[in-house]
């Protein structure tokens, strides 16, 4: 196994991410509440750029007692990452695929060190 150095200590802020090149590999990397997540860049729908679009909270739906609906709210815990390619969404948390939870990314390991921030390959 191959540590790679992805950024400098404290250059990754909360809600962050960054997408680097490891080999032939793309790699995106994300801070969420503190921890730290790598995903494959690579989309399961086309190939795109899994990790480089839009990073928006899960949208849920609240049901009332009689079954009725509350409406549509963003989640406070569960995060997602959005392909910018055709809107395939992806838990920030697992790498699962939103729309079809057997569908998920290849993960990486992540270490933080006092040195900085490595993937594990």
Do not use: Q
Request: proline residues 4%.
């Amino acid at each position: 196994m191959t540590e790679t150095f992805v950024a400098k200590p404290g250059s990754l802020s909360d809600g962050e991410r960054m997408v680097v090149a490891v080999g032939e590999r793309e790699i995106g990397v994300f801070r969420h509440k503190g921890k730290l997540y790598a995903y494959s860049n690579t989309c399961l729908h086309s190939g795109g750029p899994a990790c480089e679009g839009l990073i928006i909270a899960r949208v849920e739906e609240r049901i009332l007692p009689d079954k009725t609906s509350a409406g549509l709210f963003f989640s406070d815990d569960d995060m997602h990452f959005v392909c910018p390619w055709h809107g395939y969404e992806y838990d920030i948390k697992t790498g699962e695929c939103a729309g079809d939870r057997k569908l998920k990314l290849r993960s990486y390991p992540i270490i933080e060190k006092s040195n900085g921030i490595f993937v594990v390959t």
